[in-house]
């Protein structure tokens, strides 16, 4: 069942029609009532599901999205996953809140699990599952099968988002609308169809005949690209569909995404199967490392190793700090070395550390 909605995750992203009907399905799953999606970069977009629809019409239209501390208390979390209200505050506090008292509680609503992405791009989107007041908050285990779910939803996210929502009529509009560097591959990973601006990406990545090889300069990314592939028929929440691509000194220039093409999307990418796509590096508006963890599909669990490893400690440390074994750690870091293509420690933090949080709290390149 599990594959069969991560299949209609990925729909959605050039069928964005079709996701109130994945929120409800989220929220089913969640013993909830619906949920939404919001996306901002030059404008707001947003749906969600019916049964929440106009309360957040009211939410948007009378400016109680541009304030609400939910988002704001995600903001300032480094963590990949769903929060719930108990991760930010007290009982008494959501009672004298006023976003929670004067506009969440009178609608039987204020209970929530909710998640965010900031994008180098200047894309943010928040995703939201909400369950009525009176049922209580969302408990853990529910929590826990969003975050299974949370690079699907991300990832599907990014790409509707970067087409304001709205679905394209081909796939040459698709790509052109869509802003960054894709390619659209076939089941053989052969290269199909690329957009204008997959042009700045051709020091790295090479794709100059339709039905070749893609192949880039950075031999691990093309091992990560024949790996992913083999994945896309039946994606699972474990499988990592991100990855880094490093130039000639070995720093990380650009992410991979890899995006099956499933269902009702193939009406617009005809017989094509993933759509590869590349987040740049080194914008004016870089990525945190909490980003950078977040687009490698680490779990909370992985992001926590990557953290203490940055901060110098050891894997016995970490163990420690987190109360689980060191047998536990050293599954969790061979893992993480998986993920972002290292062959060890000092090749991870090397990865994570081109990336510096500046005193202003945004990021910039060291």
């Given at each position: 069942?599990?594959?069969?909605?991560?299949?209609?995750?990925?729909?959605?992203?050039?069928?964005?029609?079709?996701?109130?009907?994945?929120?409800?399905?989220?929220?089913?799953?969640?013993?909830?009532?619906?949920?939404?999606?919001?996306?901002?970069?030059?404008?707001?977009?947003?749906?969600?599901?019916?049964?929440?629809?106009?309360?957040?019409?009211?939410?948007?239209?009378?400016?109680?999205?541009?304030?609400?501390?939910?988002?704001?208390?995600?903001?300032?979390?480094?963590?990949?996953?769903?929060?719930?209200?108990?991760?930010?505050?007290?009982?008494?506090?959501?009672?004298?809140?006023?976003?929670?008292?004067?506009?969440?509680?009178?609608?039987?609503?204020?209970?929530?699990?909710g998640t965010l992405l900031q994008m180098p791009t200047g894309d943010n989107i928040v995703f939201s599952i909400e369950r009525h007041l009176d049922q209580g908050p969302i408990e853990r285990d529910h929590v826990d099968r969003l975050n299974d779910l949370r690079p699907h939803l991300l990832r599907s996210a990014f790409v509707s988002t970067r087409l304001g929502l709205q679905r394209a009529q081909g796939a040459s509009e698709t790509l052109s609308k869509f802003g960054l560097p894709a390619l659209v591959l076939d089941a053989r990973g052969k290269f199909v169809e690329a957009n204008e601006r997959a042009k700045s990406v051709t020091d790295h990545v090479k794709f100059n005949e339709v039905g070749r090889d893609v192949a880039f300069s950075d031999r691990r990314a093309t091992a990560f690209l024949t790996s992913a592939m083999e994945t896309l028929d039946r994606v699972v929440s474990t499988d990592n569909l991100s990855f880094p691509v490093r130039n000639e000194d070995g720093n990380a220039v650009f992410v991979g995404h890899v995006m099956p093409i499933k269902l009702a999307a193939h009406d617009i990418f005809a017989n094509s199967y993933a759509l590869l796509f590349f987040t740049p590096l080194d914008q004016t508006r870089a990525p945190s490392t909490a980003l950078m963890r977040s687009l490698f599909d680490m779990t909370v669990a992985e992001t926590r190793i990557a953290k203490g490893l940055m901060k110098g400690q050891t894997l016995t440390e970490i163990a420690a700090d987190g109360s689980v074994s060191i047998t536990t750690v050293r599954s969790q870091f061979s893992s993480v070395l998986e993920k972002t293509g290292c062959g060890r420690q000092a090749e991870l933090v090397g990865l994570l550390a081109n990336i510096a949080i500046a005193q202003n709290g945004e990021v910039q390149n060291s």
């Open positions: 069942m599990q594959e069969e909605l991560i299949d209609r995750i990925y729909e959605c992203s050039v069928v964005p029609e079709l996701w109130p009907d994945v929120l409800d399905e989220l929220a089913e799953l969640t013993d909830s009532i619906g949920g939404m999606l919001f996306s901002a970069r030059k404008a707001v977009n947003w749906t969600a599901t019916e049964s929440v629809f106009d309360a957040f019409d009211t939410y948007v239209k009378d400016g109680w999205f541009e304030k609400c501390p939910r988002r704001t208390c995600m903001m300032g979390k480094s963590e990949p996953t769903f929060f719930v209200e108990q991760d930010f505050f007290s009982e008494e506090e959501l009672a004298n809140n006023p976003f929670y008292r004067d506009f969440f509680h009178p609608r039987n609503l204020g209970w929530s699990a």
